[in-house]
């Protein structure tokens, strides 16, 4: 036997070699940022309302975290249980009625958007948020519907209206329903004009397709988190259609701040701070 072998026995009583502590598991403590590429921790990311605290890359959040971000803390949540009813009884790899029980599965969401009223800053406000994770944040029949119902409570009860975005467009399993839901949403939100009532709209990455081009874009101010995608249709399909290399940075937010797009640019930590100053300067003191 060679001299680099165990001879005797281990010591009896000692944990087996793999439980010892030299194997300590630190999976999930610890990631890599994908922006700068530094490893960082899990808690200080999340501490930070996940923003990279090396380089400050806005990582994705999802609705109900938006909501506690923005609002005081109680809340009232409007037409939770509102569900697609598959109009075109549609089927892609899955049929849709499948991927949305999946979804809902998932996300404990009935579908993609969040519609709540609390207050922000002791101002009450109607507040939405869309979620990225159901279905890549894409406007249903739901969407559009919820949207409308907070946007009409807005009117009524003579509310601001903050939605957030975070979306890959109309939802292609309801095809032309779906589009329907941009006119619908930006209907509603010329009623909000023609009654005076400020609605802010927060674009945050990514913000695409039928949500850009439709209510994303409409806000009395459009607000974006750093370095967040927003555009309509990708950047690839540009390349091709107009036969041009696009310049550096395209569809990000500082690129449509600077090309008139944008109002704002505000990071994370700041922008409930933001909106409520805004909202002071469109309504006037809160009472
Ligand atoms: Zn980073």
């Not at 849709?96 to 009223?117: P, S």
């Not at 949500?211 to 370095?227: H, R």
């Not at 249709?233 to 600077?258: D, M, N, Y």
Request: contains cysteine.
């Amino acid at each position: 036997m060679a001299w680099f072998t165990r001879q005797k026995p281990r010591i009896s009583g000692g944990p087996p070699p793999e439980e010892s502590g030299r194997h300590v598991r630190t999976e999930g403590l610890w990631l890599k940022c994908e922006s700068c590429r530094q490893i960082i921790w899990r808690k200080a990311l999340e501490e930070n309302l996940l923003v990279c605290p090396k380089c400050d890359s806005h990582y994705r959040i999802d609705a109900l975290a938006r909501v506690k971000l923005l609002l005081d803390g109680d809340w009232v949540e409007y037409d939770r249980g509102l569900t697609s009813s598959d109009p075109l009884a549609f089927v892609d790899s899955k049929p849709y009625q499948e991927r949305l029980a999946a979804m809902q599965k998932a996300t404990g969401l009935r579908d993609a958007v969040v519609a709540v009223e609390g207050t922000l800053m002791g101002r009450p406000v109607q507040a939405c948020a869309l979620e990225l994770k159901f279905i890549g944040g894409s406007m249903g029949a739901v969407v559009g519907e919820k949207l409308t119902r907070a946007i009409e409570r807005a009117i009524e009860k003579r509310q601001p209206i903050i939605i957030v975005s975070a979306s890959g467009g109309a939802r292609m399993q309801e095809g032309a329903v779906s589009l329907m839901q941009m006119a619908k949403v930006s209907a509603a939100l010329m009623r909000l004009d023609e009654a005076r009532i400020p609605f802010l709209s927060v674009l945050t990455d990514p913000t695409t397709g039928g949500v850009t081009a439709s209510f994303a874009m409409l806000g009395d101010l459009n607000i974006a988190e750093p370095g967040a995608l927003i555009g309509f249709a990708g950047p690839r399909v540009i390349e091709q259609t107009i036969r041009q290399k696009l310049p550096e940075g395209f569809q990000r937010s500082e690129f449509l701040l600077q090309h008139g797009f944008l109002d704002a640019i505000v990071r994370r930590a700041e922008l409930k701070n933001y909106i409520a100053g805004a909202l002071e300067f469109f309504c006037g003191p809160r009472n």
